[in-house]
T-cell receptor, first 120, second 114 residues
Framework: GAVVSQHPSRVICKSGTSVKIECRSL??????MFWYRQFPKKSLMLMAT?????????EQGVEKDKFLINHASLTLSTLTVTSAHPEDSSFYIC????????????????FGAGTRLSVL | SQQGEEDPQALSIQEGENATMNCSYK?????LQWYRQNSGRGLVHLIL?????REKHSGRLRVTLDTSKKSSSLLITASRAADTASYFC??????????????FGTGTRLTIIP
């Protein structure tokens, strides 16, 4: 159980184009999903917290107009990198938290396999 | 920054030996978790230890937590080649009720030599 699917796994695009990344919880409902960015051999940096049915909460320094997040259902959140530039090239990872009411379940995050974005 | 530090940054050991990784953090926490990441992949949750616990076991994993020192350690016993991965500690602090987010440490890259 607790499978998160992230798609696509790899995308190469031209500078100026927009790229959409999907994150789906396959066997549980996720009120909250998280979007991270990871540079080579570095830790995960939280970009934003995505809440179903409401606006995402962005971390300081993350441009909300650049990284559009939509969480339209309890199983799907999308991240759109708008007008991508080479500096946006990175590894993007999503995670989801089970909405179950178990005391500790909500603290565990289940991760997608990540999306490698390369902007030419 | 709330980000924790992990030590060592990289560790190479022979298969069968034990591997120990340490994590230090900065703020008061509700719990601490360890995650594993294979190269180019997402993270997999390994174990969670609550702030009022001092030690926890899961299979070949042993985690300790010292809240007075704001540190934790992860011990992998009888290592296997398949344990080669990066290991991250993650701490949470409640920024609003029910919306705890995780802060990840810098990670330890573990290489098991067959």
């Amino acid at each position: 159980g607790a499978v998160v699917s992230q798609h696509p796994s790899r995308v190469i695009c031209k500078s100026g184009t927009s790229v959409k990344i999907e994150c789906r919880s396959l066997d549980f409902q996720a009120t909250t999903m998280f979007w991270y960015r990871q540079f080579p051999k570095k830790s995960l940096m939280l970009m934003a917290t995505s809440n179903e049915g409401s606006k995402a909460t962005y971390e300081q320094g993350v441009e909300k107009d650049k990284f559009l997040i939509n969480h339209a259902s309890l199983t799907l959140s999308t991240l759109t990198v708008t007008s991508a530039h080479p500096e946006d090239s990175s590894f993007y990872i999503c995670s989801a938290r089970d909405r179950a009411d178990k005391p500790l379940a909500k603290n565990i995050q289940y991760f997608g396999a990540g999306t490698r974005l390369s902007v030419l | 920054s709330q980000q924790g530090e992990e030590d060592p940054q990289a560790l190479s050991i022979q298969e069968g030996e034990n591997a120990t990784m340490n994590c230090s953090y900065k703020t008061s926490i509700n719990n601490l978790q360890w995650y594993r990441q294979n190269s180019g992949r997402g993270l997999v949750h390994l174990i969670l230890i609550r702030s009022n616990e001092r030690e926890k076991h899961s299979g070949r994993l042993r985690v300790t937590l010292d809240t007075s020192k704001k540190s934790s350690s992860l011990l992998i016993t009888a290592s296997r080649a398949a344990d080669t991965a990066s290991y991250f500690c993650a701490t949470d602090y409640a920024w609003s009720f029910g919306n705890e987010k995780l802060t990840f440490g810098t990670g330890t890259r573990l290489t098991i030599i067959p």
